[in-house]
C-alpha cells in the first residue's frame, strides 16, 4: 500500500507542476501576442474576424440564385426565406427571380 502511496503523490506534485508550468507559460504567450498586436498594430476584432473566416466551414458563400430587391435574396439550399415563401403562396413562378450568370472574361 506504500508504494500505491508514493505513485498517488507523485501524481499529485507532477499535476501541481504541471498547473504552475501551464499558468507560467500562458503568461508568455500573452505576452508575445500582445507585444506582436502592438508591434503590427492588430486589434482584437481583427483577430476574431480572421479566426471566424479562416476556421468556418461556411467561408464560403453560396451563389444568390434568386433576388426580390437588394436586401431579399436566396441562394438556393437551406431554409427558404419567407419573400420565397410568400412567392410561392401567392402562385408566382419562382423562376421569375432567377438572377441571370454574369460571364466574367
Known amino acids: 500500500m506504500t508504494k ?6 507523485q501524481i499529485a506534485e507532477l499535476q501541481k ?9 500562458k503568461k508568455a504567450a500573452i ?8 508591434a ?4 482584437i476584432p481583427e483577430l476574431q474576424k480572421r479566426g471566424k473566416a479562416a476556421g ?9 440564385k434568386y433576388r426580390k430587391s437588394e436586401y431579399e435574396y436566396w441562394g438556393g439550399r437551406g431554409p427558404k426565406p419567407k419573400w ?18 454574369q460571364i466574367t472574361q
Open 4 to 9: 500505491l502511496k508514493e505513485i498517488k503523490s
Open 17 to 25: 507542476e504541471a498547473g504552475e508550468t501551464f499558468k507560467r507559460d
Open 31 to 38: 505576452a508575445d501576442i500582445t507585444s506582436k498586436m502592438f
Open 40 to 43: 503590427y498594430n492588430i486589434s
Open 56 to 64: 468556418s466551414a461556411s467561408s464560403t458563400s453560396t451563389p444568390i
Open 84 to 101: 420565397v415563401k410568400e412567392v410561392e403562396e401567392k402562385g408566382e413562378n419562382l423562376e421569375v427571380y432567377r438572377v441571370q450568370e
